[in-house]
Structure formats: C-alpha cells, structure tokens
C-alpha cells in the first residue's frame, strides 16, 4: 500500500509493509554536481505533484572497498547526480511526536551508503523510534582541503539533513525536539564534530558514537591528499582544477593515493579538518546525553582477512614500538595478559586501545552530562574475525541476515535483542538501561552469553598508555622550555 507524506519541497509517496511506512531517496538538498560541485549544499528546487521515494536514491561517487573487504562489506553503488539523499522508516499506524535516529553511515570519509541492507530501519520503526539514514559527499568531492572551496563539504552535508530533519520529520510522526544522532566509525567521528560545531547547535539532542573518537586534523593536514592527488593528475590543487577532472579518473586516482591505508594501520586519508567555521578550534561540545563504545578486537577487519596478523614479527612489533615511541613496558602489559598471542594480535590490541578505546573513555571522563558507555565482545568465526569493528551494527539494528558476511549463520538473536533494545531505550529517554559513567567507569558489555556490567575493565592496560600519554606531554613540554629558555640567551638564534 502506498502513504503520502508532504515535506516544505513537495509531496513524496512511500510504501507501507507489515505497519512499516517507508520513504527511501527523499533529497534534502541540491544534486552537488555541475556549477554546485565542491560548494557547500544548497537548497532543494520544490516539486511539483508527488514524488516517488520506492527506491533507495544514488550514492555518493566512491570506489568499492578493497579485497577482501569488498566481500566483508558489500558498499552498493547506485548512479545518480542527486545523491544527497535520505531514508525514513516509521509506524504506519497514524503516531506523532515518535524519537527520531538519525543514522551516519561510516567508511573512512570515502566509502559507504546509507543504501545498505545492514541499515534498514525497520526494526527501529516497529518498536517506536523514526529512523532516518543519510548519504553525503565522500573522497576528495567531501572532505578534500582547497583554498577556493568551503571545508569539511561531507559534514556540511550532514548539517543540512539534520535541517531537513527539523523541518520536515514531524510530517513522518517524528518529534523534532526528541533526535539522536547516531553513527559508526567515519560516522562517529562526523558526530563527534557535529557535537562541538555551532551550525549543529540544537539539531539534535543525544549522540551515539560507535567505534569512532572525536579526531580532526589542522587544514595543512587535511591539504596533504589533495597535493598527493594534484600530483597525480598534474592539475593545481584547487577546487575548480579538480571540478574539470572527470569524475571516474578523479576516483581512481583517488584509489591509487589511498592506497591500502585503514583507521589502524594508517597511510594517507580523509579527515574533518579544524576551519574555524564549521569545526572551531577548542571548542566546548554541547552538553547532550551521550552513548558510546567499541569493539572488543576491533583491529582484526583490517589485519586479519588480508593476512596482515600473520605477517607481522616480533621484530616489526619491536621497530613499531620504537618508531610510535611506545614504551617497552606496555608491550610487555599486553603479552603477559594475552599467554599464546601472535605478535600482530599484540600490535592490534595495543592498536584498538591507542586509537579506540583509550580516547573514547577520556571524552566520557571529560564530560559532566550523562555518558554511557559499552563494549561488543561477541566473536564472529568468520575468517577468524573475532569481535572486529563494524561487526555490532546487524545486532544494533537488529539485521542480523542481512549481515552474514560478518557474523555467519545463527548469530545470537537474544544479543542482537538485548542491544538493539538499548539503543531505543536511548533514544527515547537518554537512558540504555545501565548505570552512566561515573569514576567507577562502569562498561556494559556485550556478549552471548553473558552480557552485563563490568566496572574498569582491562584497566591496567589503558592505564599504561595514560602514563605514556602523560610521560609524553611532560617530555614535549620540558623540550619547549629549553628552547625558550636558550632563545632568551641569544635573541638572535
């Protein structure tokens, strides 16, 4: 049975099945091609008439994700100029005023859709909570640093289908004063901007960060993979040099400077970058409820269906050590908790903690409003992948078939249950069902069987790398002062 809903831009037809209503490829904003190409969103042209939203809309320009992710995480790629484009899912049944989700998908700023099975909102839908997916701009078109193009294009974006949100959810039963925003990976991050970017203030009022701390880089080194591309393509490195590069050369180009980087091995990438604009320098971050968390091993989608675990020596983990400036202790942490490990799994674990878990417990140590944390544990036997990252999303929104390339066959439907069960819970009322953060740093973890609270867990380990941390700054600070102190002696030096 169709249903139509009327947005300020015009009338859009959906689809209801099994008391789901469905809109899929709404535009929130302009078609971001021809003379709009590298320019900060623009306002959608009004229709007339009613317009058919049956079908997810176009991706934003990508490559898929290299072997044998590609497999891992099928990234479907639907062609189309009007690729700035979203996704509703509500009750059918006549409701108002329902708490609205607000899903941004992740792929290192330069993969992923909001397109994928993995994401369909249904779930959410059924049990009360309007779920919204987006797409924005990705690669170089979204997140390249020019000096004659507006920064941070991907999260500008993003900024202007929370607007859309405001404006228009009522008109799908969703309450615009009650939004959580809620992303994964690169989706994380984009959130953890969002909530320090005076454009976003009041465009939403909870976050969940999955798998993905608050990081920006300085413009200078956002710039470095565009000098890297303009190279390549002997052109400038300027927005309108780039806009006359066709769009399938611009990609593969693109490809070949990313190379095989990923969030934990590193290598050149995308990122937000500080513009003092849309992303200030310093800022305090909105006070809003807040949940956030990660994968228990999350480093094995990277190292582990490529073979990278079992490339890596001893001796590359010792010149790891030393080129990251890792203190010999923490390795030695890491080894006698984990008798049998490889070295590649030491790298990794000591990887997911620097990179993910670490800065994810020092934002909820910062933060006076109410902070939840979690940890997903359950271990995927597929290719040995262990609880990796990404592989929590099918039990949030409670897909688990459509995620079978992860989780296999037969994944824990009481799991998926018990999660997805939260993530309403706190969208709804700002409360997941556990204690909130407080200075026993209460972890509500994830698994099958077994899932419950556990206060500080591993806390040695994050421990260690505080100390380091800390060690760090101290060394850095001593060294400045002796330059201060030797430029004082000779003003001239």
């Known amino acids: 049975m169709d249903i139509i809903a009327t947005t300020r831009h015009g009338k859009v037809r959906g689809r209801v099945q099994d008391g789901i209503a469905t809109f899929l490829g709404v535009p929130y904003a302009a078609p971001p091609f021809g003379a709009r190409r590298f320019l900060a969103p623009a306002p959608v042209e009004p229709w007339e008439g009613v317009r058919d939203a049956l079908e997810y809309g176009p991706t934003a320009p990508k490559r898929p994700y290299r072997p044998p992710l590609d497999r891992l995480i099928p990234d479907p790629d639907i062609p189309g100029d009007e690729c700035l484009n979203l996704n509703v899912w509500t009750p059918a049944g006549g409701e108002d005023r329902l708490p609205v989700m607000v899903w941004i998908h992740g792929g290192s700023m330069r993969n992923g859709s909001a397109s994928l099975p993995l994401y369909d909102g249904r779930a959410f839908a059924r049990d009360g909570v309007v779920l919204v997916s987006i797409n924005y701009r990705l690669g170089v078109e979204g997140f390249g640093v020019f000096p004659d193009a507006p920064d941070n294009r991907g999260l500008l974006d993003q900024i202007a289908a929370l607007t859309w949100v405001r404006d228009n959810i009522a008109a799908f039963g969703g309450d615009p004063g009650n939004v959580t925003v809620c992303g994964e990976s690169a989706g994380a991050i984009a959130i953890a901007a969002l909530m320090t970017s005076p454009r976003a203030a009041g465009l939403f009022h909870r976050a969940i960060l999955q798998s993905g701390p608050p990081h920006t880089v300085p413009r200078g080194e956002g710039a470095k993979i565009v000098r890297s591309m303009a190279r390549a393509l002997r052109v400038p490195a300027t927005a309108e040099a780039f806009a006359a590069v066709d769009r399938e050369r611009l990609l593969d180009v693109q490809a070949a400077v990313v190379g095989r980087a990923d969030p934990v091995g590193g290598g050149p990438g995308f990122h937000i970058v500080v513009d003092g604009d849309v992303v200030p320098a310093d800022p305090p971050p909105f006070e809003v409820d807040l949940l956030l968390g990660s994968n228990r091993e999350e480093y094995r989608l ?141 972890v509500m973890v994830f698994d099958h069987p077994g899932t419950g609270v556990v206060l500080a867990p591993r806390e040695e380990e994050l421990s260690v790398w505080l100390q380091a941390r800390r060690a760090s700054h101290v060394s850095h600070v001593s060294r400045t002062n002796r330059v201060n102190r030797r430029t004082r002696r000779d003003p001239w030096r």
Do not use: K
């Open 302 to 442: 990277w190292f582990v269906p490529d073979g990278t675990v079992d490339r890596i020596s001893g001796l590359t983990l010792r010149l790891a050590l030393l080129r990251f400036r890792i203190p010999g202790r923490v390795a030695r942490l890491y080894r006698a908790a984990r008798p049998g490990a490889r070295p590649g799994e030491i790298l990794g674990e000591m990887a997911t903690d620097l990179l993910l878990r670490g800065p994810l417990n020092r934002l909820a140590d910062s933060r006076p409003s109410r902070t939840f944390v979690y940890e997903f544990a359950w271990r995927s036997p597929v290719m040995g992948l262990g609880a990796c990252h990404a592989l929590e999303i099918g039990f949030v929104f409670d897909t688990l078939r459509a995620g079978e390339e992860l989780t296999g066959p037969g994944a824990p439907q009481p799991l998926a249950d018990a999660m997805h069960r939260a993530w309403v819970a706190f969208a709804t009322s700002g409360d997941p069902g556990w204690v909130s953060w407080d200075a026993r740093r209460p």
